[in-house]
């Protein structure tokens, strides 16, 4: 789990910054909520660090921490999960970005590995209203490029959850962290309209939606490659003075 922290030193980041016109900082925002029986309750930091791993790995940027619990009311009903409001999740990475920006780092790229997290883009949308560089990745179409990449056979709609996406992500990055299970709990509730309402217990006993047998360690090493790339046009984007 050590991969889960930088180990820069403020010369590495000093030294990196030297070399490009805008330093931009990463910054994976997981959750720590149920994903069943065969996933950790950190699954979402976990796909967010890999994720953003994968960014550090092909671009100059400023890893962070993650930040490891956030929005996960819709899975209350599963012990284990701690949510905090979106309130505070807004105020946590408003503040992370105003110190990024007073140690020199004026542009902040937030990974959100969970989709609850619906404040992220309020976020970024009144941030950059105030002329701050800020972005959150990836968007659905990096998502959808990469699970066509992959050979991803779930849709986008249908893998809501536990399932084939996050499954193959784990057996690729941290395959010690599942347990045995996965290969026999699909479950499909592709009609959610009333999700906020009645949260994820409404629709799954098991608390997984999607379909994990799918899941491999060669299409979470795609998925991974493919958000890499699409990371691209964001990195262009955030560091030209345009």
Known sequence: MSDLVPADTTEDVRTRGAGVSRQVAVLPVGSFEQHGAYLPLATDTLVACA????IAGAYPVHLLPPVTISCSHEHAAWPGTVSISSVTLHAVVRDIAASLRR?????????NGHGGNYVLGNVVQESSARGERMALFPA??????????AGVFTSLLTDMHAGEIETSILLHAHPEMLRPGYETSDFVADDRRHLLTLG????????????????????????LASLADSFGAYFSMLTSDA
């Not at 799918?214 to 979470?220: D, H, Q, T, V």
């Open 200 to 223: 994820m217990s409404g629709y799954t006993d098991s608390g997984v939606i999607g379909r994990p047998s799918l899941g491999s360690a060669e299409k979470g090493k795609e998925l």
């Open 103 to 111: 140690s020199g780092v004026d542009t902040l790229v937030v990974v």
């Open 140 to 149: 659905a179409e990096d998502w959808e490029a990469a699970r066509e990449r």
């Open 51 to 54: 994720v953003a791993r994968e």
